[in-house]
Nanobody, 122 residues
Framework: QVQLVESGGGLVQAGGFLRLSCVAS????????MGWFRQAPGKEREFVLR????????DTADSLKDRFTISRDNAKNTVYLQMHSLKPEDTAVYYC???????????????WGQGTQVTVSS
C-alpha cells in the first residue's frame, strides 16, 4: 500500500514558476514508476510526465516538454514536478500517482494522491 500526498500548488501569475512535491508513505516507493497527471474543470484527466524507478528515464507530454520537468528523490520518498513559464491553460488539479508499470494511461496507476490545485492568472 502506498499513500501519496501532494503539496506546492497555489495561485501564480502567467509566466511564473511552481514546484509541486509528492511524498509517499511506505518503504516500496523506489519500486514504483511515478507519474503526474492533471485535470481541468470539465476535462478528462491527462498525462503530464512520468519517471522511472531510479529517476534515469523521464517522459513528458509533447505539449509540455519545454516547460515541465519531473524528478524524484528516493531517499526522501518524494517526486517533484517543476513547472516553468506557466500559462492560464495550465490551471488544473495536479495529481501524482504510482504504478508498477510504465504507462501514460491513468488506469495503470494503482495509487493516487488527493491532488493539489494550480491556478494561473493572466
Amino acid at each position: 500500500q502506498v499513500q501519496l500526498v501532494e503539496s506546492g500548488g497555489g495561485l501564480v501569475q502567467a509566466g511564473g514558476f511552481l514546484r509541486l512535491s509528492c511524498v509517499a508513505s511506505g518503504r516500496t516507493f523506489s519500486s514504483y514508476r511515478m507519474g503526474w497527471f492533471r485535470q481541468a474543470p470539465g476535462k478528462e484527466r491527462e498525462f503530464v510526465l512520468r519517471i522511472s524507478t531510479g529517476g534515469g528515464i523521464t517522459d513528458t507530454a509533447d505539449s509540455l516538454k519545454d516547460r515541465f520537468t519531473i524528478s524524484r528523490d528516493n531517499a526522501k520518498n518524494t517526486v517533484y514536478l517543476q513547472m516553468h513559464s506557466l500559462k492560464p491553460e495550465d490551471t488544473a488539479v495536479y495529481y501524482c500517482a504510482a504504478s508498477p508499470g510504465w504507462s501514460t494511461e491513468p488506469h495503470v496507476y494503482n495509487y493516487w494522491g488527493q491532488g493539489t490545485q494550480v491556478t494561473v492568472s493572466s
